[in-house]
């Protein structure tokens, strides 16, 4: 009996020690928690994989795991989704999963662009407290919600993500930090107030007034950037410069000796190359500064052409089919008497060259190849042209090596080296439109457009570029002739500020794949619509007849309280419009071209001279003029970053692709009189 009991005694004291050893031997052959190298940015895998893993989870990880999905969606564009899964996360977070939770309650109103929620969010939580990870996504969503308006903010946001990010991003980075510096004027950024240890930021404010004072001048700027380096070493500009001025020290002047000027003389669009050929030619034999006063015309020479009068010739673009040149029918409607607008300074001021040859080739007589071989062989060192749409679709096709400034702009836009696009147009026109109105800080844009492929194209162009600012919905509404406008009047209908979402403007929804087709999800009924009743700025594409009806209806239909400002294209702006019709305008603002709002008063009267009065030739007057300009600056439209010229046409600025934008001058009907809009 008694070794019994001791075995048993023995057996009982070693159970103890069996089941530690047991527990720790499982405890060192678990799993580790896979959710750590996810959470700090180290792997990311997609939706389905952490939809999965949280599923299979029922420990602490889970939350981890519902925190990645939610991300993970939220990449891949599926919003409503991660909205779905962040409503079901559980109260209980640890400050780790709660910083998480902040950051993606940022990125989701980020998603649904509601930006003024999502910087709220950011502005509610410390980076500090935030891995770095973490810290690079929230510097970016404060970048993010800026929508690209400079500002103190958005500088320091993008200081604070340099040092978090590398490779391409990092390139990304200092990209942006200079295209806000470059958006500002010399005088926003002196404003800036800093701390006294703010170096880098110091160092890129110091930068910008390099470039401002030196961008009319590639050999100086090349310097003046070499010595900006030296001062600012540790700097990340000066360690990896932006593209843009990387650019400048690759600057080679072109020759603007001979110039070969391509235009149509004959056929329907005759009267529009010959008011732009005597434009180009009175600015190069007066040597025309692009805002310099002219005292007198410049006197033409024997051959040159004057403006087609003849019974059986096209006098007015309005008499004309040239679908192919602007793709408008109607004639750009003619102006009305303007102050005279500010006169922005000419910042790419180098002299021109007067003594340039000039020969004039017509694109009507022949084909576009033949006319291209035929200046190629007369040693032309810049063609300025040609100005119909399918010769510069056929241009880009020849591949030509010459130097080209094109007077349109296809569809499609192909950046090449030897290029650059310069266009009078009604989508043109429009993007400027987009640009002013987001400006002035409207975020609900109506168009009301004709029913017609002019109103098709202005749409697209305004929702195209409306998306590029960051925008959301662009409604749309179309109206019909004038004695349709008159039936709405008379029954009493009105013009509700209601619409139709542009298709282009509409954010991207999830797809659903059925039997291994995928079919994209229809608008919502919420985004159907968008905007009823919230509009806060409405564009009018319309001829003057027709805004005088238009105004009134929206008035009968929304009140004359309605809260939306509007905008009109510079087809409602005619001569001759009297008192009544001003003051009936009251508030709306318009937009022209700086020649015909007073910018440039004796160069105005010499071309409505040239023209016979004709307002819609003098534009393309001026634009001949401006084309001249920009040919003597082509190689800084093409290498220099910031390239600026304020023009008769706008203020001309140039893009990466050497896509000329104009920035037209806004005016607006106050008490009866015509005001500057700012």
Not at 249 to 256: D, E, G, L
Not at 283 to 299: C, E, F, I, M, W
Not at 455 to 465: D, N, P, W, Y
Not at 508 to 515: C, D, H, R, W
């Amino acid at each position: 009996m008694v070794p019994s009991i001791f075995y048993r005694s023995k057996a009982a004291r070693c159970l103890p020690l069996v089941l530690a050893t047991l527990f720790f031997a499982g405890c060192g052959t678990q799993a580790p928690d896979q959710t750590t190298p996810h959470m700090q940015g180290k792997a990311e895998a997609d939706s389905g994989y952490y939809l999965n893993q949280m599923q299979q989870a029922s420990d602490d990880s889970k939350t981890n795991w519902q925190l990645l999905a939610i991300r993970a969606l939220l990449k891949e564009g599926k919003t409503d989704r991660a909205i779905a899964l962040f409503n079901q996360l559980p109260q209980a977070l640890d400050d780790a999963q709660r910083n998480e939770q902040g950051l993606l309650d940022a990125e989701i109103k980020l998603a649904q662009r509601n930006y003024p929620a999502a910087t709220a969010q950011l502005n509610n939580m410390k980076p500090d407290a935030l891995d770095t990870a973490q810290q690079a996504r929230y510097w970016h969503a404060v970048i993010v919600a800026s929508e690209g308006r400079p500002s103190l903010t958005l500088l320091r946001a993008l200081i604070a993500e340099e040092p978090l990010v590398a490779g391409a991003d990092k390139q990304k980075n200092i990209d942006a930090t200079w295209q806000v510096l470059s958006q500002m004027t010399p005088e926003q950024a002196n404003a800036l107030v800093i701390n006294a240890d703010e170096n880098t930021l110091q160092g890129w404010l110091d930068l910008q007034r390099v470039w401002f004072d030196n961008r009319n001048d590639p050999e100086l700027m090349k310097a003046a950037i070499r010595d900006w380096q030296t001062r600012y070493p540790n700097n990340p500009g000066a360690k990896q410069l932006p593209t843009p001025l990387t650019n400048v020290q690759k600057y080679q002047p072109a020759s603007a000796n001979k110039i070969a000027l391509l235009l149509p003389l004959n056929g329907q669009a005759a009267v529009f190359g010959r008011a732009i050929q005597q434009g180009f030619e009175a600015a190069k034999n007066a040597a025309l500064s692009p805002v310099t006063p002219v005292s007198a015309p410049a006197a033409e020479p024997a051959s040159a052409p004057q403006p087609v009068q003849a019974p059986d010739a096209v006098a007015s673009p309005s008499q004309a089919a040239v679908n192919d040149l602007t793709n408008e029918t109607d004639a750009p409607a003619a102006q009305a008497e303007q102050p005279a607008a500010a006169q922005p300074a000419a910042t790419a001021a180098a002299p021109a060259n007067p003594g340039a040859e000039l020969k004039i080739y017509d694109t009507s007589s022949q084909p576009l190849a033949q006319v291209l071989t035929q200046v190629q062989q007369d040693g032309a060192s810049i063609v300025v042209g040609p100005l119909l749409k399918n010769s510069v679709d056929e241009l880009l096709k020849s591949n030509t090596p010459l130097n080209v400034l094109a007077l349109n702009q296809p569809e499609n836009v192909e950046s090449r080296a030897n290029i650059c696009y310069f266009a009078l147009s009604p989508e043109d026109e429009a993007r400027d439109a987009a640009n002013h109105m987001w400006q002035e800080g409207k975020r609900a844009p109506l168009l009301l457009v004709p029913r017609s492929a002019l109103g098709s194209r202005v749409t697209s162009a305004f929702a195209s570029e409306w998306s590029k600012l960051g925008g959301g919905i662009v409604l749309e509404q179309k109206f019909g002739s004038t004695a349709e406008l008159k039936m709405g009047i008379n029954s009493g209908s009105g013009i509700a500020l209601t619409g139709s979402p542009v298709s282009a403007s509409l954010p991207q929804q999830e797809a659903v794949t059925i039997g291994g087709l995928t079919i994209p999800a229809p608008p919502t009924d919420a985004q159907i619509t968008a905007g009823s009743g919230k509009v806060d700025g409405v564009y009018i594409v319309a001829t003057q007849d027709e805004v005088a009806l238009i105004k009134p209806m929206i008035a009968m239909r929304a009140g004359s309280q309605t809260g939306a400002t509007l905008y009109a294209s510079s087809r409602s702006a005619q001569g001759g419009a009297g008192a009544d019709f001003r003051l009936e305008m009251e508030g709306m603002q318009f937009s022209d071209i700086p020649m015909l709002t007073g910018a440039n008063p004796s160069l105005q009267q010499q071309a409505l001279s040239a023209v016979n009065n004709d307002y819609s030739l003098a534009r393309l007057y001026a634009m001949g003029v401006d084309a001249w300009s920009l040919a003597n600056h082509f190689s800084q439209m093409r290498q220099v970053p910031g390239f600026h010229l304020a023009g008769n046409t706008g203020e001309l600025t140039a893009t990466p692709e050497c896509v000329i934008k104009r920035k037209l001058t806004w005016l607006k009907y106050q008490q009866g009189q015509i005001v500057p809009a700012s």
